[in-house]
C-alpha cells in the first residue's frame, strides 16, 4: 500500500476557467476505466455526469464494475444519516481491493465531505483514499488525480467558502434525450432539519448567456428536454446584473428553437410567484409540473422547521396552481417525525397530503443531522412512532397516486420517448408533460420523439400503452 505524504492544496481566489484548469493536466487515461458511486440528490447526480466527463475528456473509459476501474470515485451525499452510512459500509470494503491491486485509485467528494471534521475523520479510519475533495472544487478532480500519479502525494482539498462559478466543464450525460443544467448553486434558507446551507453554501446563480448557451448546446446534440436544477430555483438571480429574475430566465429559454421541453426542481413554497405560475401556463415548452416539497402540513411545524409559509398558505399557492394550470402534475417532499411532531401535527400532514393529491410525494424519516438548530430540539421522536407514521403515511400517497392514475385509463398522452423499458428491452419508456412515467408498445426509431400513446392500464407507479 502507497506511503503517503499528505498534501493540501493552496486554494486559489482567481476566477479560473475549466480551460486553465485543463492545462496543467498533463496524465492521460488511454483507455484505462473509473467508476462513479453516486448518492442521494440530482445535483450529485449532475456533479457525477461532470467528474466523468472531465476523465472522459483526458482519454478515461467509464465502467459499472468497480474490479475493473483504477479510478474508484465516491460522490456522496449528507442529507440523512443512512445515505452517510452506506458510504461508510462501501468505503470499508474497499480496503481488499486496494490490497490486491494497489495501483487503484480511489476519491471521495461530495456534501458528505463538506461537514466539520468530516474529510479527517473520513482519511483516518480510511487511510488508503488517495483523493479526498468537496463540493465547490469538483471541477478540480484532474489536477488532483495529476498530482496523485505525478508525485504519488495524497491530497485532501475542502473548500469552506464558495468560489466563482466554472463554467465549460465537460459534461457525461447519462441519457440523450433529457438533460440536467444546474442554474444555481447552494441555499440560503437555513430550514432547521436540512444541512444544506452548511455544505452547498450560500446561493449562486450563473449568467443567463452561460444557461442559454448550454441549452443551446444540447439542442444541437439532439437533447429535447432540459431539468433546471437548483436547490431554491425560485430565487435565481439575486445579485445578477442586469437584473433577471427566474419567470424571466423561463421565458428566454422557452424561446429556444428545437428545445421541446422544459421542467424545474426545487420550488421553494415561499418563493413560488404569480409570475412563475403564469410562465408555465403561457409557455408552450414548460411543462404542467411543480416540485413543491410541503414537508409538514402542520403549521406548528413548519414554524419549528423554519420553512415561512402556513399550511393555509401552501393550500392557497396549490389552489392557485391548480386553478391556472390544469393537469398540472404536483409533487412534494414530506419529513416525518420532525422533533415535536404530535399524531395531531401528523394527522394535519395526512388531510394535507388527501386534499392537494399529490402526483408523486418523496416521503422522509426524520434524520438528526448535526450541527442544524433541530438536532438540538429536546423533544426528538422516538424511532417506532416515525416508523408508524412513515408506513401510514405512505399508503396514503400510495392510494392517492394509484387513484389518479387510474383516471388515465383510455387517454391518449404525449410522451417523449426517452429509451426501452428499464425491465422490458422491447418496450418503450418516457413520460408525460406532468411527469407521469408511461412504459409502452412502439417503434424503437421514435426514440428522442414526441409520440401519442393510448393508455390501456393504469398501474401503481406508472401507466402501459401502445403508441398511437
Ligand atoms: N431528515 C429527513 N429528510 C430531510 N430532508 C432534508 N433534510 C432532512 C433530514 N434531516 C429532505 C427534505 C428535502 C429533501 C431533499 O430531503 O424533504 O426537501
Ligand atoms: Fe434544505 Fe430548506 Fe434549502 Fe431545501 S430550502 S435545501 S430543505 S435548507
New binding site residues.
Partial sequence: MNNYKKVEFNVNKNKRTYQDIEKNVTIEGNGKKFAIITYGCQMNEEDSEKLSGMLKRIGYEKTENRDEASIIIFNTCC?RENAENKVFGNLGQLKALKEKKPELIIAICGCMMQQKDMADKILSTFPYIDIVFGTHNSYKFPEYLNRVKQEGVQVKEIINKEEEIVEGIPVDRKSTVKAFVTIMYG?????T?????YV?GRERSREPENIENEIKELVSQGYKEVTLLG??VNSYGVGLEPKITFADLLRRINEIDGLERVRFM?S?PKDLTEDVIMAIKECDKLCEQIHL?V?SGSSRILKEMN?SYTREQYLELVKKIKKEIPDVGIST?IIIGFPGETEEDFQDTLNLVKEVEYDSAFTFIYSRRKYTPADRMENQVPDEVKHDRFNRLVEAVNEIIGRKNSEYDGKVVEVLVEGTSKNDETKLMGRTRNARLVNFVGNKENIGKLVNVKITKAQSFSLFGEEV
Fill in positions: 442529507v441555499c440560503n434558507n437555513f430550514c432539519y436540512c444541512i444544506v446551507p452547498r436547490q431554491n426545487t421553494h416539497p414537508q420553512r417532499d
